[in-house]
């Protein structure tokens, strides 16, 4: 499934969410899009971009971010581009960047960004300065 990421009337990146790892979640998604919610930056978390839904799921495809950014070292590919879902605060987030420090809580990793990590890490930097920019979230027919 992909999702078209809209600031401000443009289109700025797509969301390819993986349905067959985390099906339940996908399902979610799916049933409450298209959205719209308002950007924050995780304060303490790196380079985070976040965006509280109104999904309620199961944790799937669980991970630790440490564990991520180890992974993404060890094969010297980036972390900036996935995508996870936080249940117990209802929120999707983005990691636009490749700065993402030790956070002892699970995620359930559901996609990456396929198009606009660029774009998103400048977002990113921007809600850094101004957090509550309005985004649209919408199904990508396929």
């Known amino acids: 499934m992909k999702i078209r990421f809209n600031l401000a009337g443009e289109d700025v ?20 899009l298209p959205f719209a919610t308002y950007l924050q930056h995780g304060k303490l978390t790196g380079d985070l971009l976040l965006m509280q839904t109104k999904i309620l799921a199961d944790w799937e495809n669980i991970f630790y971010p440490d564990d991520l950014v180890a992974e993404k070292l060890a094969t010297h590919s980036e972390v900036r581009g996935a995508v ?19 956070e002892p809580l699970p995620v359930s990793a559901i996609g990456w960004v396929i198009e606009g990590a660029d774009q998103l890490e400048l977002i990113g930097l921007r809600t850094w300065l101004e957090p509550g920019m309005r985004v649209w979230l919408s199904l990508i027919d396929e």
């Not at 996870?84 to 030790?102: E, L, T």
């Open 13 to 32: 990146a797509v969301i390819e969410i993986w349905e067959d790892k985390v099906p339940q979640l996908a399902e979610k998604i799916r049933e409450a």
């Open 84 to 102: 996870s879902y936080y249940g117990p605060r209802q929120q999707i987030s983005i990691m636009y960047g490749n700065d993402i420090p030790p």
